[in-house]
């Protein structure tokens, strides 16, 4: 059971970039989460989605950011036209079911240069 | 009031000593808790769950304190490998959301 898999694991971006990270969840887990830690900070939730539905986008920033669980593939955290700001650790995790264990991948730290 | 709050620290304590953390929430109706280890720039792994009044693992122990809100987790004879940011999460799902809320963790530094 390969677990969460994230990629990639490190991201550099210039400003004004685009910035797209990937998420395959547990095998057998249906709920993928994505979470943000900015330096010296919790996480913070972002976005919860199952197969082609977001069902709960209330911690992502009203512009710039998307996020996707297409039928087939992995889920899409997408940031447009980055900025220094957006320079954190992005975590994708996974759950069989709401409630229920909470695995996460190894992350995504992005950098905006 | 913060929904999860958690003293950040640093606990530095010697090897052998037990230590205990100490995890407030505001949400009376949560029904279960997590406590999570992070290691430094490492993804969170999750240590504990608690779903009654309390779990043991080991030299681990949560215990859920419903009247006052907080869940704590304590450590018996602390290693050098117990060095982390303990993390406390607290779930909230129904109708359209699913998500935990995380403290901010608290740092334990086990020193030889």
């Known amino acids: 059971n390969a677990g969460v898999m994230q990629n990639p694991r490190h991201l550099v971006r210039r400003r004004g970039q685009e910035a797209r990270l990937r998420c395959s969840p547990m095998?057998?887990?249906?709920?993928v989460y994505w979470y943000r830690q900015l330096p010296e900070e919790g996480l913070k939730f972002m976005v919860y989605?199952?197969?082609?539905?977001?069902?709960?986008e209330s911690g992502m920033p009203k512009e710039r950011f998307s996020a996707e669980f297409p039928k087939e593939g992995p889920s899409i955290l997408r940031i447009q036209q980055v900025v220094r700001g957006d320079s954190a650790a992005y975590f994708c995790a996974s759950s069989p079911a709401p409630g229920l264990e909470t695995v996460f991948g190894q992350g995504t730290r992005l950098t905006v240069v | 009031r913060k929904e999860v709050e958690q003293d950040p620290g640093p606990f530095n304590v010697p090897e052998g000593a037990t230590v205990a953390f100490n995890c407030t929430y505001s949400n009376s109706a949560s029904q279960s808790f997590f406590w999570y280890r992070q290691d430094c720039r490492k993804e969170p792994k999750l240590l504990m769950s608690?779903?009654?009044s309390g779990n043991e693992d080991g030299r681990f122990t949560a215990q859920l304190n419903r009247a006052s809100q907080y869940i704590s987790l304590l450590i018996r004879d602390s290693k050098l490998s117990d060095s982390a940011t303990y993390l406390c999460?607290?779930?909230?799902?129904?109708?359209?959301?699913?998500?935990?809320?995380f403290g901010t963790g608290t740092l334990l530094a086990v020193q030889p």
């Open positions: 095998k057998g887990h249906s709920h």
């Open positions: 608690v779903y009654s």
């Open positions: 989605l199952q197969k082609e539905n977001i069902i709960d």
């Open positions: 999460a607290v779930p909230t799902w129904g109708g359209a959301t699913n998500k935990l809320i």
